[in-house]
């Protein structure tokens, strides 16, 4: 069975750093495109980042760009999402979804999704 799932979050001060860690199982992600996506209570769930099946393409959205950045391991079934100067409003819970498509792209819709992490940004 196909799973995905995110790990590393937490409790981080204003100005801190995490890195997420998105896993698969079940099946090698080589041929999958994934983004990276938060929800914040109260608020419509945002997809911050994207990382092709090749790495070719890795964006971030405005609201986290200089900040953020998305890198994958395929030998390993991993990726990352590294956040920098971290603000109380990253405040979320994050999810990292799958996609069957190779190449340099990144989908518009996801059929995979892990059960997310908890990140809480406090002075």
């Known amino acids: 069975q196909f799973r995905l799932e995110e790990s590393g979050g937490g409790l981080v001060r204003i100005g801190g750093s995490l890195r997420l860690t998105c896993t698969g199982s079940g099946r090698p992600l080589d041929y999958y495109a994934i983004g990276w996506f938060r929800q914040a209570p109260g608020k419509e769930r945002e997809e911050i980042a994207c990382i092709s099946s090749t790495g070719d393409i890795a964006t971030v959205a405005d609201s986290v760009k200089g900040r953020f950045s998305v890198t994958r391991d395929n030998p390993a079934n991993n990726i990352y999402l590294d956040m920098n100067n971290l603000k109380p409003e990253d405040t979320a819970v994050y999810h990292c979804?799958?996609?069957?498509?190779?190449?340099?792209?990144?989908?518009?819709?996801?059929?995979?999704w892990g059960q997310g992490t908890q990140v809480t940004v406090r002075g």
């Open positions: 979804a799958a996609e069957s498509m190779y190449g340099a792209t990144c989908p518009i819709e996801y059929d995979y």
